[in-house]
């Protein structure tokens, strides 16, 4: 309940302060103050399956004793392909130096999709000798993150870089099935989204950038609601990681 708080105050807050900036001027000017920008990037969406199986003689590979109940264990598989590097645009608000310090706020969205088995992550040249219970399972879902956050951080008036962190939240929204082992359940999420980014910005020419970063977009979980035999309390916990290697604002109106 104190995250789903936090997600509404910060979003509250976000869309109040954007919309009384809209209002000061026409939608046009205030679009025109966003810049595109070209990426390279390195970035992998996937979720964790979390569940509860029963406990055998030797403890498998990612699980542990479910703490109250030494009959059962929790366990947690990891779904989604590894991380691959592409081309992304993105858009961003006009960069306006405060002095050392800045302070800003914006509004932004990104999508989500995955569409991968558990197996994907595991490395096939080592050999598991103690393998999940959980063999078969495969996810695939494709939504958007809507997020709201404050920007903060040091820019020195010179030839060092800016660093900024920007924090938030917001709602992560997806649909799709899943299937676990023979069992399929169709599956719709809507849930609170922490959003977390570092930048460095190497050079600032007139309203355009190069920076690099790292963000974060992990959801809330999502408990299935489907029979799954010896499985039981599975849930799904999106999340997507992006690794900005090259980012290069372009000094152009988007008007």
């Not at 960069?95 to 995955?114: H, N």
């Not at 600032?204 to 977009?217: C, H, N, Q, W």
């Not at 997507?240 to 109106?253: D, E, K, Q």
Request: proline letters at 4%; glycine letters at 10%.
């Amino acid at each position: 309940m104190q995250f789903i708080r936090f997600v509404t105050i910060i979003l509250s807050l976000v869309s109040c302060l954007s919309a009384s900036e809209a209002r000061a001027g026409s939608w046009t000017k205030y679009l025109a103050s966003y810049r595109i920008g070209l990426e390279l990037r390195s970035s992998t969406d996937k979720s964790d399956l979390k569940y509860v199986s029963g406990r055998p003689a030797v403890m498998p590979e990612g699980c542990n004793p479910k703490y109250g109940d030494a009959s059962n264990m929790d366990c947690t598989a990891e779904i989604g392909p590894k991380s691959k590097t592409t081309y992304g645009i993105s858009i961003q608000q006009v960069f306006k130096r405060q002095g050392w310090w800045y302070f800003g706020k914006d509004i932004g969205f990104s999508f989500f999709l995955l569409d991968a088995k558990a197996h994907e992550m595991a490395d096939e040249s080592i050999v598991v000798v103690n393998p999940q219970p959980l063999q078969q399972a495969r996810v695939h879902l494709y939504g958007v993150n809507l997020k709201g956050y404050v920007q903060f951080g040091v820019t020195p008036p010179s030839i060092l870089p800016d660093f900024l962190i920007s924090i938030g939240g917001g709602l992560h929204t997806s649909t799709g099935n899943v299937k676990i082992e023979q069992a399929k359940e169709k599956v719709n999420i809507a849930s609170g989204l922490f959003y977390l980014q570092l930048e460095a910005v190497w050079w600032r020419f007139g309203e355009g950038s190069l920076s690099t970063y790292m963000a974060f977009e992990n959801a809330g979980s999502h408990r299935l609601r489907g029979d799954y035999d010896q499985f039981k309390e599975l849930r799904l916990t999106p999340s997507s990681t992006s690794i900005g290697i090259l980012r290069l604002v372009l000094p152009f109106s988007t008007r």
